[in-house]
């Protein structure tokens, strides 16, 4: 750190530093830029690496990881929050008269697989976990009660009353499956639009658009469940109204229809019973207002904050896990331990290898996208980046530090080619206290 600070190019190495909002793990890149006139081949600019500190340039990882680059993490946290806000609220190329489409929060959960130590509050009350007078015993000799009113932070919170009695297979499928049960669900529902409605589904098309967006969350037992905005649209998408008929009121019966009509079957294989998986009992669905209990600032925020996160409040961790690797001396929960050795079981099987367990292992089985939306249902992350590159290349050019051409004049040649990545222990101090960021927690995940 000391020969950092007293290195002759730190100013332009700190410059880099907080260019990259205090990522943990920047990328290093070398390489250089070049700007020719198309009319004469003249080299009008070159940026080149071979002047910066260490001849890299560093630049943001863009994880979306909040384990892994808190700083990376809060700008797609925003990001995800400005898509989300403006498909309900309009604004990044949806109208504001979005606002008086018919909108539902929904919250799909998966089914239960046997008892878990869970926090029980009512009127603001703590209550016991699992309080039964005359608990049964269960075949391993365990007695399925929890008297104990547990805390926020217990660490036996989503883990089970008797491990040998949970079903470790079925969560791992449910969350291989989740994916596909959410596919069918979306089917189900336009299905039911339509017959609400007196349609087929050719002719719902032409007149209702139904747009959602949605962020896989992990409960601490470890499967996943699903947070969806769904938005009833005319033909358009958000710039047309749906037809009267399209309530928010119709569009509740038909979540209610469609979460409990869908399944996704398992065959029997090996040792493994045939299974129907469903969703759980517990589906919530509240309309989401301007002014109600329920806003769209709420909604945006709560969606943006799972957007960042994966497994690790179950105890896993933020990386691939190999076969090969002692699961006894990584740093996992039991239950979680459990949940990535099912994972390997299964992965072996034939008949499930399409699941791909064994790759997903780190992510209890989950291998689809955490945060989706439908194609009319606001802007891109895509698009949102590229307007704030835009803003950072105008705001280069206002201020001298890049050159002002006409882009149909000039030809820009670039040559990268990756270095490296993440920083010195003495860099990472400096880093921290440059940008505010604070380092890993050394303990590393729990």
């Known amino acids: 750190m000391i020969t950092r600070l007293h290195d002759p190019d730190y100013a332009r190495w700190a410059a880099q530093i907080r260019a990259t909002g205090g990522c943990r793990q920047p990328i290093h890149l070398r390489g250089r830029v070049d700007h020719i006139d198309r009319a004469t081949g003249e080299l009008l600019h070159r940026y080149t690496t071979r002047t910066e500190p260490g001849g890299v340039l560093r630049v943001p990882c863009k994880t979306r990881r909040a384990s892994r680059c808190p700083a990376c993490a809060e700008v797609y946290r925003a990001d995800t929050y400005q898509l989300i806000r403006a498909g309900l609220s309009g604004g990044?190329?949806?109208?504001?008269?979005?606002?008086?489409?018919?909108?539902?929060?929904?919250t799909l959960t998966a089914p239960s697989f046997g008892v878990v130590h869970a926090r029980r509050e009512k009127n603001g009350k703590v209550l016991p976990c699992h309080a039964r007078r005359d608990a049964a015993t269960c075949p391993h000799g365990r007695v399925m009660s929890c008297t104990k009113r547990h805390g926020t932070e217990d660490a036996c919170l989503g883990e089970p009353l008797c491990g040998d009695c949970y079903d470790y297979a079925g969560s791992v499928l449910f969350n291989a499956l989740a994916s596909q049960l959410w596919r069918y669900f979306t089917d189900a529902l336009r299905r039911r639009v339509a017959k609400l409605g007196g349609l087929t589904l050719r002719e719902l098309r032409e007149r209702l658009t139904i747009a959602f967006a949605k962020v896989a969350e992990y409960q601490r037992r470890g499967?996943?469940?699903?947070?969806?905005?769904?938005?009833?649209?005319?033909?358009?998408?958000?710039?047309?109204?749906?037809?009267?008929?399209?309530?928010?009121?119709?569009l509740a019966d038909a979540v209610r229809h469609a979460a409990s009509a869908v399944s996704v079957p398992v065959p029997a294989v090996a040792n493994e019973p045939a299974r129907v998986l469903r969703w759980g009992a517990q589906l919530d669905i509240r309309p989401i207002t301007m002014g109600g209990e329920l806003t769209e600032q709420a909604v945006a925020g709560y969606i943006a904050k799972y957007a960042t996160k994966?497994?690790?409040?179950?105890?896993?961790?933020?990386?691939?896990?190999?076969?090969?690797?002692?699961?006894?001396?990584?740093p996992l929960r039991e239950h979680a331990r459990r949940l990535i050795a099912e994972c390997f079981r299964l992965g072996t099987l034939d008949n499930l290898a399409d699941l791909r367990l064994t790759q997903w292992a780190h992510m209890l089985g989950?291998?689809?996208?955490?945060?989706?939306?439908?194609?009319?249902?606001?802007t891109t992350l895509g698009d949102i980046r590229a307007d704030r590159e835009t803003f950072v290349r105008e705001e280069e050019i206002s201020t001298g530090r890049l050159p002002l051409f006409d882009e149909d004049t000039v030809l820009v040649v670039a040559e990268w080619e990756y270095a490296g990545k993440g920083l010195a222990p003495g860099d990472a101090l400096l880093a921290a206290a440059l940008t505010g960021v604070p380092l890993a927690d050394p303990g590393g995940p729990r």
């Open 310 to 330: 994966a497994a690790e409040c179950v105890g896993t961790l933020d990386r691939r896990i190999s076969p090969l690797d002692d699961l006894d001396a990584l």
């Open 366 to 378: 989950f291998r689809g996208h955490f945060s989706t939306r439908s194609r009319h249902y606001s």
């Open 92 to 106: 990044k190329g949806v109208p504001e008269t979005v606002t008086g489409h018919p909108c539902l929060f929904v």
């Open 223 to 250: 499967v996943v469940h699903f947070h969806a905005v769904i938005r009833l649209d005319g033909p358009d998408g958000p710039a047309s109204p749906p037809p009267a008929w399209a309530t928010a009121d119709a």
